[in-house]
Structure formats: C-alpha cells, structure tokens
C-alpha cells in the first residue's frame, strides 16, 4: 500500500524492499533474522500502523519460537509470518517501541521532523528545485501548529471580537489550503493533497514570525515593512512547488491564489492592532 | 498466452494440462511481484478521478458529482483565455462575452474574482476607515465583520442571482446554461475591482461617481450579453433584462453605501 506512491523511491524505501528479500531467503535457510528498522523514525507512511504492532507482537514470540523447535522443514509458515510480520510494517521492530517509548521521545520524533521540514521548504536549499524531494516525509502536525498559532497571536493583537478574529483567521488559513489544492488540481495540476496541504501550511511560518512582531511592536510604518519581507518570503517559499505542478500555459492561475491568500492573511496581520 | 503488465507470456505450455501460474515463477523472491505503475508516472495513478478517463457519467448521477473530475471541464482555461476574458467584461457594449464563453464557460474566472474582491473590499473599505478616523485624530478598531459580511454579499449574490435568473428563463422556456450564467456574472463583478481602489479618494461625489460608473458598465455587460438570448423568451423579455440590469445597479450602490460612505464618531462601520 505504501507503494502505490509514484514518485521515484526515497533511499531509505529502496533499501527496505531489498531488506525484506533479504529476510525472507535468511528465513528460507535459517532461524529467526533479525529485523533491524531501516529508518529509527516514524512508523511508514500513508498506513494504518495500529494492527501492525499487535500482529508483530504476536507473530514475534512465535517466530522466535519455532524454528529451534522445527528445523527449516518448516520454511513456509515461518516465511509466511515473516512476510506477515514485515508487511505488516516497514520498520515493524520499531512500532511497538511507539506504543511504549516515552511521551518525551514521540514529541522530540515530531519535533525534529516539523523542524527538518521547515529547513527544508522556508529556507534555501539545495533540495528546494525538486518537489517530490522537497517534502518526502510531510506531516500535518506542523501546519496545524502554525495555523493555530497565528490565529492565537491575531486574536491576542486583537482589541475587540477577538474570537470572531480567531475564527475568520483559521477558516481562511484552513479552507484557503484546502481550496488552494483543489484548485490545483482541478487546473489539471499534478500534486498529492496533503503533501500540498502540508507545504501550504509550513509556508506560513514566515508570517508566524511576523505576526509575533507585529504583536509586540505597534507602530504602523514597522508593520508595514515586517507584513511586506514576510509575506515575500512566504510566496518565495511555496512557488518552486506549486509552479512545478501545473503546465506552463496556467502557471499564473495556479500562483495567483496563492499571492492572494497570504497577501489577505499579510493585510489581517497589518489591520488588527 | 494473455500478457498482462509487465509479465512475458508463457508461450510453451511445459506445465502439461495445468493453469499457467500466476504470478508466474519467474517473479519468485522479488517483492515486484505486483503490477507497479512505471517510475515516471504522474501522481495522477493515485487519484480517484484523474480526469475525463474517469466513471464519471457511467457511475450515479449524484456520486459522479463528488469527484473533482466531474468539474475538471469547468476549469479548461489558460491564463490567455482568463484575461481575455477579464478584458472583454470591460467593453459591455461589444456583447460577444456569451458566444466566446458558450463551448468552455468556465468557473475559475467567477470563483477568484469574487474572492479576490472580497478581500479588496474589505481590505480598501478598512483602509479608508482608518484614515478617516485618523484625520479626525479618532481611535479605530478594525471591524472583522467587514470581512464576514462582504463574502457574505458577493458570494452571495454570484451564487443566487443566476440561479433565480436559470430558474425565470427556464419557465418562460428560453433556457440558458446555467454555468455560463454563473460565468457571465462572476466575470462582471471584475470592474468593482479597480472601482474599489479607486474608492480611496476621499471625495464623496468622487466615490459615488466611481460606484455609478461601475455599476452601469457591470448591469450593461449582464444584460446586453443576455438581451439577444432572452429576446426569445416571448414579450416579458425587456421586463427581466431590466430586472437584471437594474440588480447589478443596487449590488454597486449597496456595495458603496455599506462598505465605502464612513461615519466618524459614531459606531463605526
């Protein structure tokens, strides 16, 4: 299921597959194999990773078990639950750690990876000309956090209505995204929804930061300034992505959206006081 | 043999009376036993509707309509064929709006200008409070419903009027498509969008003047477009043309009175 991605193989996919074989002829021949995670980080995408630990934990034991007992005149069964075991998750050795590893060790996972996605779309580098490598391992978590938090910090700036702020302030954040990608796609554009979601909302951390100064620094004519470098910055940082994704002849229908969301999120920024 | 994929077909039948395997033998102990699609395929393999290959027609009239490809043909444009578009909602008197847009009417046009003016709406109608006030040396808080209540309006009235107009030309059985109609309507909202930053010049004759330029070009490009169409629909015709002219007229001077005409010192907008 997770294959069904047609975007080149990460290096760390390839070497999974290449893995399994591996496994699966070490269990034809021999006891049980070791099964090293591939990537120590977070369970495989695009799956449902609940049953899996169950159906790990149980297999395991087993597997373990038996082949001491039946010598490899029982190479199918054990292969069966091996493939079974391996299918079930990519890095089926990690999954039941999640269920028992420390809280502290989750939020740092989902931390570091908010962290390693934002280098990688608001700031230069190297990666950023190629999209299906810009954001592999996207997750809502961040643009969730974000959206979130610039709809707390205008309602905090805010004089009056400040839940009324708030609420305009996430719709527009969370059905912008929404519409944007729909837009997108209905144009005829090649791009993975929540991929896309996840790219719009980590663009908006530039207007985060703004935001935050905007709070703390009243004066007209520094919001201006701050609101106009943000803004820039975040249009700078979703228009490799969303311009790679459309023809050349409706590049402009696709981008103008875009401009137009974070320009009204940039003027809300400037208005409340 | 069938040869399905990727797979060789097994041409000698050395399995005697038997089915050919499936997947065959060869495949063993690689994992690409299933049918993948082919590395440089799009991302399209992993939508539900990629387009006009899609069950759309075949499938229930209504599930068909929840797939985005049932409105991919409503977004066939080019960024050429938009600012054409756009360009000709500024000439009403030359009437060729409708037999241009009749074979690809399209809904993007409708959709982003009526966003795009409701932000500048309410960001221009804000801005003009805000020097108001300041000239007055009077404290101002921005009002978030400006926001609220100009898409309340615009979308509104792209949405509705055309519906009600669809449902009038269809009982007096001069039936017009009702995406071109969304079409004809969202692209004339397109004037009020200089007509609004032009609003920020503080002259009050200059702001109605604005509105009524605006408006009266808009109710022209709604109605002449329409005119030779509803000629058709028997004598009631110039009743529902100036109808329709008439109800652009007042969503401009709506527009001018509730977003543009600014009190200060009372509790403003």
């Known amino acids: 299921m997770p294959y069904g991605d047609t975007i080149p193989l990460h290096a760390s996919s390839q070497s999974d597959i290449d893995e399994i074989e ?69 890095g089926f050795g990690a999954s039941p750690n999640t269920l028992t590893e420390p809280v502290w060790d989750t939020v740092k996972r989902d931390l570091s990876r908010i962290i390693s996605n934002l280098k ?42 400040k839940s009324e702020v708030f609420a305009v302030a ?21 791009i993975i929804f929540f991929q896309s979601l996840s790219l719009l909302g980590y663009c908006l951390f530039p207007l985060d930061a703004g935001a935050v100064i905007c709070m703390l620094k009243n004066n007209a004519i520094i919001k201006l300034v701050v609101v106009s470098i943000t803004l820039v ?6 228009y490799p992505f969303i311009s790679a994704a459309v023809g050349p002849r409706r590049k402009a229908l696709a981008l103008y959206p875009v401009f137009l969301m974070y320009i009204s999120v940039g003027f809300l920024i400037i208005a409340i006081d | 043999m069938m040869s399905s994929g990727g797979y060789t077909t097994i041409d000698d039948q050395k ?11 060869e495949a063993q102990g690689k994992i690409s036993g299933v049918f993948r699609p082919p590395p440089d395929a799009d991302d ?35 960024t050429s064929d938009v600012l054409e578009r756009i360009k000709d909602s500024l000439f009403p008197f030359k009437a060729t709006f409708t037999e241009k847009t009749a074979n690809n009417p399209d809904l993007y046009g409708p959709f982003w200008i009526c966003t795009t003016l409701i932000f500048v709406v309410a960001a221009i109608s804000a801005f003009v409070a805000y020097l108001a006030h300041k000239w007055q040396k009077k404290a101002w808080d921005y009002d978030i419903s400006l926001v609220t209540w100009s898409a309340g309006i615009f979308y509104g009235y792209v949405s509705l009027v055309p519906l009600g107009l669809y449902l009038i030309l269809k009982y007096f059985s001069a039936p017009s498509g009702l ?49 030779t169409h509803i000629m058709s ?37």
């Not at chain 1, 087993?62 to 079974?84: C, D, F, I, T």
């Not at chain 1, 996430?170 to 090649?190: D, E, Q, R, S």
């Not at chain 1, 910055?233 to 979703?238: G, I, M, P, V, Y």
């Not at chain 2, 229930?60 to 043909?73: D, E, F, V």
């Open chain 2, 44 to 78: 399209t393999f992993s939508k539900p509707a990629p387009g006009s290959s899609s069950d759309g027609p075949q499938t229930g009239g209504w599930m068909s309509r929840l797939t985005i490809g049932s409105y991919k043909p409503y977004f066939d444009v080019d």
């Open chain 1, 22 to 90: 591996n496994l699966i002829n070490a269990s034809i021949q021999s006891g049980p194999a070791t099964v090293h995670p591939t990537r120590p980080l977070s369970p495989p995408r695009a799956s449902i990773p609940v049953s899996s630990p169950f159906v790990a934990s149980e297999i395991s034991p087993q597997a373990y078990q038996k082949p001491p007992l039946v010598p490899p005149g029982v190479p199918p069964p054990a292969s069966a639950a091996h493939r079974q075991n391996v299918g079930g998750g990519v």
């Open chain 1, 233 to 238: 910055w975040s249009s700078w940082a979703a």
């Open chain 1, 170 to 190: 996430f719709a527009v954040l969370a059905a912008g995204a929404v519409i944007l990608t729909l837009n997108v796609l209905l144009l005829g554009g090649h």
């Open chain 2, 179 to 227: 995406v071109q109609l969304w079409c004809l309507y969202g692209y004339s909202l397109f004037i009020f969008i200089p007509a609004s930053c032009l609003s920020v010049v503080p002259v009050e004759v200059f702001r109605w003047v604005v509105a009524g330029v605006a408006g009266f070009t808009s109710a022209a490009f709604v109605a002449l477009n329409l005119r």
């Open chain 1, 120 to 161: 990688l779309v608001v700031f230069p580098n190297p990666n950023r000309e190629d999209p299906g490598k810009a954001l592999r391992d996207w997750d809502l978590w961040g643009p969730f956090f974000f959206i979130i938090f610039l709809g707390l910090t205008l309602s905090w700036s805010a004089s009056v209505k």
């Open chain 2, 15 to 25: 399995i005697s009376g038997s089915v050919p395997t499936f997947p065959p033998s």
């Open chain 2, 233 to 269: 629909a028997g004598e009631r015709w110039f009743l529902i043309v100036a109808g329709i002219f008439f109800l652009q007229l007042a969503l401009a001077v709506v527009v001018k009175f509730y977003f543009f005409t600014i009190t200060v010192g009372a509790s403003s907008s």
